[in-house]
Nanobody, 118 residues
Framework: QVQLVESGGGLVQPGGSLRLSCAAS????????MGWYRQAPGKQRELVAS??????????NYVDSVKGRFTISRDNAKNTVYLQMNSLKPEDTAVYYC???????WGWGQGTQVTVSS
């Protein structure tokens, strides 16, 4: 079972930036397309960004609300997926998680809280 540990969240003012990290145990995560999800209070968890596996072409996808502001990347040597978040808005406030995007999700990590507020 892959264990996922998210970090990098915090409190930031609107317009600010954060970089989230997701460290996966072992190397198997390299074989899967990975995504960043978020869950705001009272809302369902949603997939906001994804990236292909190590065998893919590196293409990325984003939900419309974060296009042009968020960038997902991965360092397969470190078994780590990143989410660079720029021009943050209050509506980006949520707990952010990573997981694979196909198949039954691995056990969810604790997530990392992102709060955008002045």
């Amino acid at each position: 079972q892959v264990q996922l540990v998210e970090s990098g969240g915090g409190l930031v003012q609107p317009g600010g930036s954060l970089r989230l990290s997701c460290a996966a145990s072992g190397t198997i995560s390299r074989l899967y397309a990975m995504g960043w999800y978020r869950q705001a209070p009272g809302k369902q968890r949603e997939l906001v960004a994804s990236i292909t596996s190590v065998t893919g072409d590196g293409s990325t996808n984003y939900v419309d609300s974060v296009k042009g502001r968020f960038t997902i990347s991965r360092d397969n040597a470190k078994n780590t997926v990143y989410l660079q978040m720029n021009s943050l808005k209050p509506e980006d406030t949520a707990v952010y998680y990573c997981n694979r995007i196909r198949g039954a999700p691995w056990g969810w990590g604790q997530g990392t809280q992102v709060t955008v507020s002045s």
